[in-house]
């Protein structure tokens, strides 16, 4: 069967797009250990300083970690067991891996995570999609307005009013934990607001800048329905751009539930983080910075990946 060599041209770009990307996604990862290690290690304090340790406990205690060896060698031996997919064990859980700690914890971290950002897809889209055909209507403003809150209003400030309006004036949901779909609406609207108001916004802007084609008003004189055009040609264009920042948008997304977490009581991955910090349980940090940095680096590559399949000029080029 003969192969057009155009076709055999264009899978050779898209193997060298790949590797290239795979390459720069290691590279990013490697940097990633390197600078988080060496930034704990500059902290102030160390995680064995408490007033009921003497120096004796504490010189042990250093030399049964590591931490009394030079910081090359205990750089090299993290990257080794790294290498093993061992994170180490947390120094103030005693008897626990930070690998076992992720398990437990990231389940819940990935459900409010996925909940979140299925909702911000479907209402930044619909909403983004809604304020471009109605531009410069009431909708299109209140949209706009709602992006700009979206983006203006912390988590931590948002997840407060949300208890206090919500859960403790109106009653309609529970103040917090997780234990049922009525106690996630709340940190799942709180988690997904950012998102939703940055895919409003670039969505919106997308349908516009593609509404404004020659080849929409060619579709007009060919006589296609408004149905047809707005989602042939308007939206399946438009959603392109959203592609290329999913990867960002998703990690940020699984990533940003921390402050959430804490504040509705999620059994995640935020609260071990944010006590791990407080603690300077170096394993801990370290581990789950580099698991979540790790995760954003996998969901770039990934679409990326997927990109250069949609995208024909990249399978062109190549870059």
Not at 40 to 63: Q, W, Y
Not at 75 to 84: R, T
Not at 238 to 255: D, E, Q
Not at 268 to 289: A, E, N, P, R, W
């Amino acid at each position: 069967m003969h192969i057009p060599s155009y076709l055999m041209k264009s899978g050779g770009f898209m193997s060298r797009y790949i590797f290239k990307r795979l390459i720069i996604s290691l590279l990013t990862v490697w940097i990633l250990v390197t600078a988080v290690f060496l930034l704990i290690r500059v902290l102030p304090g160390d995680p064995f300083t408490s007033e009921k340790m003497t120096p004796e406990i504490k010189a042990n205690m250093m030399k049964y970690y590591g931490f009394d060896r030079p910081l090359y060698e205990q750089y090299g031996k993290y990257i080794m067991n790294l290498l093993k997919g061992d994170l180490g064990n947390s120094l103030k859980y005693h008897n626990m891996r930070v690998n076992d700690i992720i398990a437990q914890t990231f389940p819940y971290s990935a459900d409010l995570g996925i909940r979140a950002l299925l909702f911000a897809l479907i209402a930044g889209l619909c909403l983004g999609i809604n304020a471009a055909l109605k531009m410069g209507k009431f909708w299109d403003y209140f949209c706009i307005t709602l992006a700009i809150i979206g983006v203006s209003v912390p988590d931590f400030i948002l997840g407060s009013l949300l208890q206090y309006v919500f859960a403790l004036q109106l009653k309609w949901f529970p103040v917090a934990r997780w234990l049922g779909f009525k106690y996630t609406i709340l940190p799942v609207f709180g988690l997904s607001l950012y998102t939703v108001a940055l895919i409003t916004r670039l969505i919106r802007v997308s349908m516009l800048d593609v509404i404004n084609q020659d080849y929409i008003t060619t579709a007009e004189a060919k006589g296609l329905s408004t149905f047809q055009i707005i989602w042939r040609h308007q939206i399946r264009n438009a959603i392109l751009p959203i592609v290329t920042v999913m990867g960002p948008i998703t990690a940020a997304v699984l990533t940003g539930t921390f402050v959430i977490e804490m504040i509705f009581a999620v059994p995640g991955m935020g609260k071990f983080y944010v006590q791990g910090i407080h603690d300077l349980d170096y394993s801990l940090i370290l581990g789950m910075t580099v698991f979540y940095g790790v995760f954003l680096v996998a969901a770039n590559f990934i679409v990326d990946i997927i990109y250069g399949f949609v995208d024909p000029r990249i399978r062109i080029t190549g870059k």
